[in-house]
């Protein structure tokens, strides 16, 4: 086991102990997050289809492929968050394999969804679905610029990314997209220390107001409502 891997061992099994069960959590918007969304244990209906999907995916798969797949713990988190605000529209920076696509129609069926995806291999898995807009051009910003003359997504997933120069592209270009109640979900927050501080620097941003550390995933939820704050949570 690498350096790398014992670190994440080490402060994953930290953060079980000391940041769970919105212990010391006083906002109770934040606190239902927690308790009723991030850790919520009951079993939905599309579970079993997120969970087919991703089997089908990994059969196909070999070696570095297989492994940069999504968790399936993660594809829940994503289908129970979207589940829980039914965003309208949405925006996929990056699909994992259509695992991440999967979760999010099964979630919001009814919503718009633009995808992103410039990988031949991993674009060939998405589903097929009238709602989603597939952009194999791998342009970000030229599709966040198209909702300039319409509304902003109302909620942003962005895929893990190889380098630290995708993350700041990709948070470059939705910058002008976050609105007053845009949520964003992040994958691979804690890859490399670049990539960590421009998470970091998104947080700042004006209009977010709660940032959620879950360690490989980060929650940035804007919301004229709340007030700024940041929490690290087990998940």
Known sequence: MSITSVKKY????????????????????????ITRVIEEDAAYYAYDKIE?????????LT????????PLKTAKLLFRIINKFKPRSILECGTSYGISTTA???AAPEAQI????????????????????IHSSGYIEEISASYQNTNPPEFIYIREQDRAEEYEKIFTSIEHC???????MGEGMHKTEEIYRLFNKMAKHEKI?????????????AS???????YKESF
């Open 10 to 33: 080490c402060v994953k099994g930290y953060r079980r102990i000391s940041h769970r069960k919105g212990y010391g959590v006083h906002s109770p918007f934040v606190y239902t997050l």
């Open 52 to 60: 087919e999907k991703r089997e089908t995916v990994k059969t196909a």
């Open 63 to 70: 070696g570095k492929q297989r492994h940069s797949l999504m």
């Open 104 to 106: 999010i129609i099964l």
């Open 114 to 133: 633009k995808t992103v995806e410039a990988d031949d291999r991993r674009r060939a898995y998405l589903p097929q679905h009238d709602n989603i807009e």
């Open 178 to 184: 976050i609105s007053d109640n845009t949520i964003i």
């Open 209 to 221: 107001k709660v940032f959620m550390d879950m360690y490989d995933t980060a929650l940035f939820i």
């Open 224 to 230: 004229p409502k709340l007030n700024k704050e940041r």
